[in-house]
């Protein structure tokens, strides 16, 4: 195998809100067709030594009906897709950093630190969500607008697959979170410094892949009062030494 090494940077391009760097605010569309932006209007946003830090507190972002809508607060997507080639894999590493504050404690879903691996064509997200003392890995099947579900030879089309992992991190340490497609092994791993914390095999064709990195919630909306994802509470984040890793066989 022969390997390219790929630094995913330039997180100037965020701050310039050009839109013609490698991360732009993500969005999907809504129903009527506007663009619903995962932003929130107070959040500091900091570039320094390479890292991106961005504190949202409070949350204010929600949505009452559609639950993707309401769960991300602040969100950027990379602008250029990374795929595993035929017969290879693609590795995507990068260290992380989340301070909760205001949240329920012992709910690692009030609020956390994210960071994705999503194909958007077929609706399928690869995560780890990082809180203070805690952190889950997520692989799930979604129905994003436009997407095409893969066929599955049993469960459900679509699922949201979450497993927590307690006392292994602290509020703003920095780990190293690892998502390894394998893609002539067919199969996925999540990794924690190093340690193999899940794997999944016959998880079929995948990708190509955005990245993306945000500041969310994950609390079911309640039907009949909406979202209950906000109630003052806030996080802040911080990402760097991010990498894609490519392996080419026959090289």
Wanted: net charge negative; glycine share 12%; with cysteine.
């Amino acid at each position: 195998m022969a390997e390219e090494i790929i630094t995913v940077a330039d997180f100037g391009s965020i701050v310039r809100g050009t839109g013609d760097g490698l991360w732009v605010p993500a969005s999907f569309p809504t129903p009527d067709g506007s663009p619903w932006v995962y932003q929130e209007p107070g959040a500091v946003v900091q570039v320094q030594n390479d890292t991106l830090s961005v504190a949202a507190v409070p949350f204010t972002r929600s949505h009452d009906a559609v639950q993707f809508f309401d769960n991300a607060k602040h969100m950027y997507f990379s602008t250029r897709p990374f795929a595993a080639p035929q017969g290879g894999a693609l590795t995507l590493e990068r260290e992380l950093s989340a301070r909760i504050l205001g949240g329920k404690h012992g709910d690692l879903y009030d609020g956390f630190v994210s960071f994705h691996l999503m194909d958007l064509a077929h609706g399928v997200a690869l995560n780890f969500f990082v809180g203070n003392e805690e952190f889950a890995t997520v692989y799930a099947h979604l129905p994003f607008p436009g997407a095409v579900a893969p066929r599955r030879e049993a469960g459900p089309t679509f699922f949201a697959w979450f497993e927590e992992h307690r006392g292994m991190t602290k509020p703003g340490e920095f780990h190293r979170y690892r998502i390894r497609y394998d893609r002539a092994e067919d199969s996925l791993t999540w990794s924690f410094e190093d340690q193999e914390v899940k794997k999944e095999t016959g998880v079929g064709d995948l990708g190509p892949f955005t990245l993306a990195m945000g500041i969310m919630t994950e609390k079911d909306i309640v039907p009949g009062k909406g979202s209950v994802s906000c109630h003052g509470q806030g996080a802040a984040g911080r990402w760097r030494n991010i990498q894609a890793v490519v392996e080419t066989p026959g090289a």
